[in-house]
């Protein structure tokens, strides 16, 4: 499902806000409790914004869970804490799934529904908020080859958080991004 979420004014002020912001390198889930940075597996930063960009984005994706209920036939009723994220050039996330899978631990498989809420757009030309690579890989059940995605900046992308995904090496530029999951 694809929801325009965010305005372009929105998006810009975000990644300006967020190329100063400071950050650790994301982590992954596994046996630490609170995860763990593994840059086999993830290599992006985590960064935090103001309160006040916090705040609108939760507003935002709040909003969005009525439609969002419908669209996977399922309630939800909550978000977990969205996470800013900034992808530079070789950084990457493998295929994985965000839960319901028996794969992660028990409190990631009430996660319903995934969503990455893309703040710029993708471009093969080098600019000042563009970036190469960096799709969105889905891997469908049966199918040969993975459907990739590529949104513009401001729009919603979700999906059930069982579904296999991956974030493509980002060839140029820096790739902003907010991901969350609702239950």
């Not at 929801?3 to 889930?29: F, K, N, P, W």
């Amino acid at each position: 499902m694809i929801i325009e979420l965010l305005s372009a004014q929105q998006c810009a002020a975000m990644i300006d806000e967020l190329r100063h912001a400071s950050g650790a390198a994301a982590t992954v889930y596994g046996r630490n409790p609170r995860g763990s940075v593994d840059p086999l597996v993830r290599k992006a930063k985590r960064v935090e914004p103001s309160e006040a960009t916090r705040e609108l984005v939760h507003q935002a994706l709040t909003s969005a869970i009525p439609r969002l209920s419908e669209q996977f036939a399922v309630p939800l009723t909550t978000l977990e804490e969205p996470q800013f994220l900034r992808y530079e050039s070789g950084d990457y996330f493998v295929a994985h799934q965000d839960g319901n899978t028996g794969m992660l631990r028990s409190e990631r498989e009430e996660r319903k529904v995934s969503a990455v809420v893309f703040l710029n757009s993708r471009s093969e030309t080098p600019g000042p908020d563009a970036y190469g690579g960096g799709s969105l890989l889905f891997h469908p059940r049966g199918a040969s080859e993975p459907f990739r995605l590529t949104a513009e900046a401001g729009t919603l992308v979700a999906f059930r958080a069982e579904t296999t995904h991956e974030v493509e090496p980002v060839s140029h530029g820096e790739r902003f991004t907010i991901a969350t999951w609702f239950r």
